[in-house]
C-alpha cells in the first residue's frame, strides 16, 4: 500500500510558540491531503482538506489562522498550529490519497503535540 | 451530515475467539475503510470496501451498501489484534463528499 510519513513524532513546546508538522507521501503523488486531531480515547476529527496549489477547506470550527495548512507540492503538506496552547496538545494525523474523492486513503503516524 | 455508528464501543475476547463488529452508516456512501488503530495510534489501513466482501487472512469485512451497514469479522484472535477499530465512510451526499467520516471506535482486548 502506500505510504505516508509524518514529522517529527512527537513534539514539546512552551505556550505561545509555533509548531510545523510535516506530512509527506512518500511513494505516490497525493491529490489530497487531510489533517485530523485526536483527543485521548476519541475518534478521528477532520480538521481540513488541503488540495495541492490551493487553499484549504476548513471545517466548521477550525481556526484557519491558527491552523495554517500549506500543500506545496503533490507529496508534502504542512500545518502549522500558531500561536500554541495547552488545550491544542493533541494528536495530529495526516492522511492523502492518489486520486479523487470516494477511494481510499492512507494515514501517516501521527505527530503527538504537548503544550506546556 | 452523514452519521456512523459502530458497536460495540468495547468487547473484551481471550485469545482465539471470533469476534463481529458493525458498522452503520445513515447515507449511501462511495468510500467506506476499517482501520486498525495501534497502541502507538498509527491507522492500519484493513480494508477499502465500499461494498461487497474481502477476505484478508484472519479478517473479513462484508459491506451491504443497500442496507447501509458494514460488517468486520476477527476469527482466532490474537493479543495482536488488540486496539481500537475504525470505520469510516465518504458519502457524496450529506455534507460527506470527499471527506472520510469516522465512527467511535471498537476497543478491542484480547486476553491470552
Known amino acids: 500500500g502506500a505510504v505516508v510519513s509524518q514529522h517529527p513524532s512527537r513534539v514539546i513546546c512552551k505556550s505561545g510558540t509555533s509548531v510545523k508538522i510535516e506530512c509527506r507521501s512518500l511513494?505516490?503523488?497525493?491529490?489530497?491531503m487531510f489533517w485530523y486531531r485526536q483527543f485521548p480515547k476519541q475518534s478521528l476529527m477532520l480538521m481540513a482538506t488541503s488540495n495541492e496549489g490551493s487553499k484549504a477547506t476548513y471545517e466548521q470550527g477550525v481556526e484557519k489562522d491558527k491552523f495554517l495548512i500549506n500543500h506545496a507540492s503533490l507529496t508534502l503538506s504542512t500545518l502549522t498550529v500558531t500561536s500554541a496552547h495547552p488545550e491544542d496538545s493533541s494528536f495530529y494525523i495526516c492522511?492523502?490519497?492518489?486520486?479523487?474523492?470516494?477511494?481510499?486513503?492512507?494515514f501517516g503516524p501521527g505527530t503527538r503535540l504537548t503544550v506546556l | 451530515g452523514i452519521q456512523v455508528e459502530q458497536s460495540p464501543p468495547d468487547l473484551i475476547l481471550q485469545e482465539g475467539a471470533n469476534s463481529t463488529l458493525r458498522c452503520n452508516f445513515s447515507d449511501s456512501v462511495n468510500n467506506l475503510q476499517w482501520f486498525h488503530q495501534n497502541p502507538w495510534g498509527q491507522l492500519i489501513n484493513l480494508f477499502y470496501i465500499p461494498s461487497g466482501t474481502k477476505q484478508n487472512g484472519r479478517l473479513s469485512a462484508t459491506t451491504v451498501a443497500t442496507e447501509r451497514y458494514s460488517l468486520l469479522y476477527i476469527s482466532s484472535s490474537q493479543t495482536t489484534d488488540s486496539g481500537v477499530y475504525f470505520c469510516a465512510v465518504e458519502s457524496p451526499f450529506s455534507g460527506g463528499y470527499n471527506k472520510l467520516i469516522f465512527g467511535a471506535g471498537t476497543r478491542l482486548a484480547v486476553h491470552p
Open positions: 511513494d505516490f503523488q497525493a491529490t489530497t
Open positions: 492522511s492523502a490519497r492518489v486520486k479523487g474523492a470516494g477511494t481510499e486513503q492512507f
